[in-house]
T-cell receptor, first 109, second 114 residues
Framework: RKEVEQDPGPFNVPEGATVAFNCTYS??????FFWYRQDCRKEPKLLMS???SGNEDGRFTAQLNRASQYISLLIRDSKLSDSATYLC??????????FGSGTRLQVQP | ETGVTQTPRHLVMGMTNKKSLKCEQH?????MYWYKQSAKKPLELMFV???????ENNSVPSRFSPECPNSSHLFLHLHTLQPEDSALYLC?????????????FGPGTRLLVL
């Protein structure tokens, strides 16, 4: 079983749509959680940290369910500029991060 | 953004060559990392340096040799690589330890081994 699993997509959605990505992780001792965004042929960039209480940053909402070992990202009112690969990232309790393979989002006009 | 820089950005090398990748962070962080990203695969951790000491080596072949002369610089020395080592090599840095310690990535070096 992969340490961090994501649906690879692609998710093709029209502008203005709401889209949700899910991610599961296998290590129940994991301590911190993130969503990173990676544009084609670029480096990953932090989108947001994910907290147990859930958190929101503008059009983006992240949720964490520790009991189910499940993380989600909701994007409302999708923009063309949201097209990218979204990486679910878990810190298993040491300084390095464990990355999922990513979910590709394509927002269409 | 120029928080983490990497050189060269692109590198083509033969299997008998020796080359080095360089990473520099301007963020005052105390940890640096090397990751490998191959096509269709998730980022794989290679090495972790904390306060200039290597704290993790993720079963990386000895043809990859890291060096961290100070907290701002990280090198990856390459020798006798194989074609399957062709990938994007990403450097990252962070300040910690901390519960939500965040890593910041450089733009990567795209390596092709012929």
């Amino acid at each position: 079983r992969k340490e961090v699993e994501q649906d690879p997509g692609p998710f093709n959605v029209p502008e203005g749509a709401t889209v949700a990505f899910n991610c599961t992780y296998s290590n129940s001792a994991s301590q911190s959680f993130f969503w990173y965004r990676q544009d084609c042929r670029k480096e990953p960039k932090l989108l947001m940290s994910v907290y147990s209480s859930g958190n929101e940053d503008g059009r983006f909402t992240a949720q964490l369910n520790r009991a189910s070992q499940y993380i989600s990202l909701l994007i409302r009112d999708s923009k063309l500029s949201d097209s990218a690969t979204y990486l679910c990232v878990v810190n298993p309790g040491r300084r390095a991060l464990t990355f999922g393979s990513g979910t590709r989002l394509q927002v269409q006009p | 953004e120029t928080g983490v820089t990497q050189t060269p950005r692109h590198l083509v090398m033969g299997m008998t060559n020796k080359k080095s990748l360089k990473c520099e962070q301007h963020l005052g962080h105390n940890a640096m990392y090397w990751y490998k990203q191959s096509a269709k695969k998730p980022l794989e951790l290679m090495f972790v340096y904390s306060l200039e000491e290597r704290v993790e080596n993720n079963s990386v072949p000895s043809r990859f040799s890291p060096e961290c002369p100070n907290s701002s610089h990280l090198f990856l020395h390459l020798h006798t690589l194989q074609p399957e080592d062709s990938a994007l090599y990403l450097c990252a840095s962070s300040q910690g330890p901390g519960r939500q310690e965040t890593q910041y990535f450089g733009p990567g070096t795209r390596l092709l081994v012929l």
